[in-house]
T-cell receptor, first 114, second 113 residues
Framework: QKEVEQDPGPLSVPEGAIVSLNCTYS??????FMWYRQYSRKGPELLMY????GNKEDGRFTAQVDKSSKYISLFIRDSQPSDSATYLC??????????????FGSGTRLSIRP | ETGVTQSPTHLIKTRGQQVTLRCSSQ?????VSWYQQALGQGPQFIFQ???????GRGNFPPRFSGLQFPNYSSELNVNALELDDSALYLC????????????FGPGTRLLVL
């Protein structure tokens, strides 16, 4: 079983829709959760990070963590064509040297139709 | 403040050759991590350099090696290239070892024929 699982999509929604992107993880000891956005031919860009269960909001983006279900989500409200990108979840593993702590999901390709 | 830069942007090599990829870290960052991203996959950690020393390594063979220089720029070297080495190679820099706020470069796309 992979430590982090993410539906690869692709996901296509109309402009203005609410988008829900999800990841599951295997180890309940994981403690730090991140979402990255990656445009075509670019490196990943950190969108949001959170330590704890619950919601964290930043503009049109909300990150949600449910540690009891080992499930993390990213919601995008009022989606725009400029949100079209690949979204990667990432999780920090405890107990490793800081170097190898971060593991990424495989990414979900999102397309917002005008 | 300059961001993370990588060179070259694209590279084509043949099996068995060697390649060197370069990364300049963001101003003020002393930690550089290298990742391999295969098509349709998330980045996979190769190794990290902190103050010119290797500081942890992922599940990659020894033919993947690196260096960090006093100005904190870094190189990734891959010997005896294999077809499966074709991927986007990403460099990320951070201050100290805080990978939670690491900044990625645009990557070098390597194709091995």
């Amino acid at each position: 079983q992979k430590e982090v699982e993410q539906d690869p999509g692709p996901l296509s929604v109309p402009e203005g829709a609410i988008v829900s992107l999800n990841c599951t993880y295997s180890n309940s000891a994981f403690q730090y959760f991140m979402w990255y956005r990656q445009y075509s031919r670019k490196g990943p860009e950190l969108l949001m990070y959170t330590y704890s269960s619950g919601n964290k909001e930043d503009g049109r983006f909300t990150a949600q963590v449910d540690k009891s279900s080992k499930y993390i989500s990213l919601f995008i409200r009022d989606s725009q064509p400029s949100d079209s990108a690949t979204y990667l979840c990432a999780i920090r593993r405890p107990g490793y040297s800081s170097a190898s702590k971060i593991i990424f999901g495989s990414g979900t390709r999102l397309s917002i139709r005008p | 403040e300059t961001g993370v830069t990588q060179s070259p942007t694209h590279l084509i090599k043949t099996r068995g050759q060697q390649v060197t990829l370069r990364c300049s870290s963001q101003s003020g960052h002393n930690t550089v991590s290298w990742y391999q991203q295969a098509l349709g996959q998330g980045p996979q950690f190769i190794f990290q350099y902190y103050r010119e020393e290797e500081n942890g390594r992922g599940n990659f063979p020894p033919r993947f090696s690196g260096l960090q220089f006093p100005n904190y720029s870094s190189e990734l070297n891959v010997n005896a290239l294999e077809l499966d080495d074709s991927a986007l190679y990403l460099c990320a820099s951070s201050s100290e070892q805080g990978q939670e706020t690491q900044y990625f470069g645009p990557g070098t796309r390597l194709l091995v024929l």
